[in-house]
């Protein structure tokens, strides 16, 4: 049968060819329908993401690596993102479309919500992606997506194609109504975060375009932004429009004016060397004693903790003044130092869950600043009370703010647990939560122990900071320098409780990185334990470990950021 039909097939087109040669040319032979790709900056050569929109703002655009022109897409995922960008075009009903792309990276997938996907494991240089799908009977709209896979890496994405007819003719003319009380929730020398509240629309929105002046600069899916890419010290004014499937825009919203901050990378211009001292524990050292010996200038004071009704006391039990805790501070300054409280910790009663309200906890926060005029606090956010709730969470930020707006000057810092690679879901949270609130913390800091990290402390700890800055990255829009002057390190010496070991050599090497990606602060726990003891376990007043007394109070008194 098969012969038969090419036999068929040739007698055909010997016959066509026969007739287009009587007729000198003049007829010409049907061709192929030549589909037409309906996405918009399908190659990203705008050099901008919109009209896509990424989760998280985990998208950008890097001219490297590319697989034609000169731009492509960048997912930077993460162990809680898989970064997925999206666009929504019109399609019309009952239609096939071809969608096609080309991917480079771990586990990259591109699909249709809703429908087909497919996906590739891992190429090292780019490879076509390819599907199709046939949209339903009143379908008019449909959401084009790319994203990697959890933990894997960045994935890149270009030169993505929706083959088919475009919607329209369809009938929906109603554009969104407009955004309302759009307002700036933060700024950078880089960079402005912005919210508005919802539009809604006939059928559904489906973005927002962001402007600067007239230009739009990004497309978004929800009602909050950041923008960056900004200079310093200069004034922007914001306006944005709400858009559905069908292309309707909606009227501007109310503009907002916003100067960004002075130069300088954008950082706090904060540095900070301060190991724990805790005086209710562990044989406290005299801090002069240490000071002399190391140069160690800041100490990190542990804990204040509630001792009833919202008010804060040295361990929820020594006075805030007058005590033990109040002499080892005096001492420090007279020799030239300064400490940082640190709220909270791991265990005891504590202010952030224990305080009724933000402002009863800016409260408590305000009488430890009033009593020792202090230059920065620590909120050290832990355990379930705390950091794994997240309206404790929204608490503790609203009051730094307060505290922060109240006292001109102060640095609020921010201190939590760590996974290997970065922030886990609630450290991701209570950075979000930061951004959304406004809060403008100074310092995230990262403890990189007690995560069942093995033998590679130095590595666990160098990828935990990485991951921490992506995160500020994609959540503050700041660019890499911006980012690590935002992060603090806070080890353990010696033994953790799950046995990891920080050697005075490998805390070194991580002093040496911190140095050289110029970090906020660097801090351990505790000076109480910086003493040897070699086999002496996890104990309160040595480091279980063989080295010198105050070694690592000395290495960390080299950290200049």
């Not at 998280?56 to 492509?72: D, E, Q, R």
């Not at 007058?322 to 001492?331: C, E, F, K, L, W």
């Not at 402002?359 to 305000?366: I, N, P, T, V, Y």
């Not at 010496?493 to 005075?504: A, F, M, R, V, Y």
Request: proline share 4%.
């Amino acid at each position: 049968m098969r012969n038969t039909l090419r036999r068929s097939r040739r007698r055909l087109l010997a016959l066509l060819g026969t007739v287009a040669l009587a007729f000198g040319g003049a007829l010409a032979l049907p061709g192929t329908a030549q589909a037409a790709n309906i996405l918009t900056n399908p190659g990203f050569e705008s050099g901008g993401l919109s009209p896509w929109t990424c989760t998280g703002n985990l998208g950008s655009i890097v001219s490297s690596p590319v697989h034609g022109g000169s731009k492509a897409l960048a997912g930077a995922v993460t162990s809680s993102d898989n970064a997925q960008c999206t666009q929504t075009v019109a399609v019309q009903p009952n239609t096939t479309y071809s969608l096609s792309g080309w991917v480079r990276g771990s586990y990259v997938y591109l699909g249709v919500n809703g429908g087909a996907s497919t996906w590739t494991t891992s190429p090292s240089a780019y490879s076509q992606l390819s599907v199709s799908f046939t949209t339903g009977a009143s379908q008019t709209s449909a959401t084009i997506y790319v994203h990697g896979w959890y933990a894997q890496g960045t994935y890149y994405a270009d030169d993505i194609n929706l083959d088919g007819p475009g919607g329209g003719g369809g009938g929906d003319t109603q554009a969104p109504t407009t955004p309302t009380g759009l307002t700036s929730t933060g700024k950078t020398s880089s960079s402005v975060s912005l919210s508005w509240n919802a539009s809604t629309d006939n059928v559904g929105v489906t973005g927002y375009d962001i402007y600067s002046g007239s230009n739009n600069v990004m497309t978004v899916a929800g009602t909050s932004a950041t923008v960056s890419g900004l200079s310093p010290s200069t004034g922007y004014t914001f306006t944005v429009r709400a858009r559905d499937a069908a292309g309707n825009t909606s009227g501007a919203s109310n503009s907002v004016s916003v100067t960004t901050n002075a130069g300088g990378g954008g950082g706090t211009g904060f540095k900070q060397a301060a190991p724990y001292l805790y005086e209710g524990w562990g044989d406290p050292p005299s801090p002069t004693t240490v000071m002399s010996a190391t140069g160690i200038k800041w100490f990190t004071m542990a804990f204040v903790l509630d001792s009833g009704g919202c008010t804060p006391a040295w361990d929820g039990s020594r006075p805030l003044t007058g005590g033990v805790d109040q002499s080892a501070i005096n001492q420090i300054r007279s020799a030239g130092g300064d400490i940082v409280p640190s709220f909270g910790g791991w265990q005891g009663s504590k202010l952030g869950a224990n305080c009724s309200s933000a402002s009863a906890l800016a409260g408590a926060l305000q009488r430890v600043i009033d009593a020792y005029s202090l230059k920065a606090i620590d909120m050290d956010i832990e355990n379930s009370d705390e950091f794994e709730n997240e309206a404790v969470q929204a608490k503790i930020l609203t009051a730094l703010k307060t505290v922060k707006a109240n006292n001109p000057g102060l640095k609020t810092i921010v201190t939590f647990g760590t996974s290997t690679t970065g922030p886990t879901y609630y450290g991701n949270r209570l950075i979000e939560q930061a951004q959304s609130l406004g809060a403008n913390v100074d310092v995230f800091t990262i403890m990189p122990f007690d995560f069942g990290g093995g033998s590679d402390m130095y590595g666990n700890t160098v990828n935990a900071a990485e991951g921490l800055k992506a995160k500020l990255k994609s959540t503050f829009g700041w660019d890499d320098a911006t980012a690590y002057s935002h992060i603090g390190i806070s080890g353990m010496n010696g033994l953790s409780d799950q046995q990891e070991n920080t050697t005075p050599a490998i805390w070194t090497q991580i002093r040496d990185w911190a140095n050289s990606h110029h970090i906020a602060r660097l801090a351990f726990w505790s000076a109480n334990r910086d003493r040897p003891c070699p086999g002496g376990g996890v104990v309160s007043n040595c480091s279980g470990i063989s080295q010198n007394n105050w070694q690592f109070t000395s290495i960390t008194a080299g950290f200049t950021g």
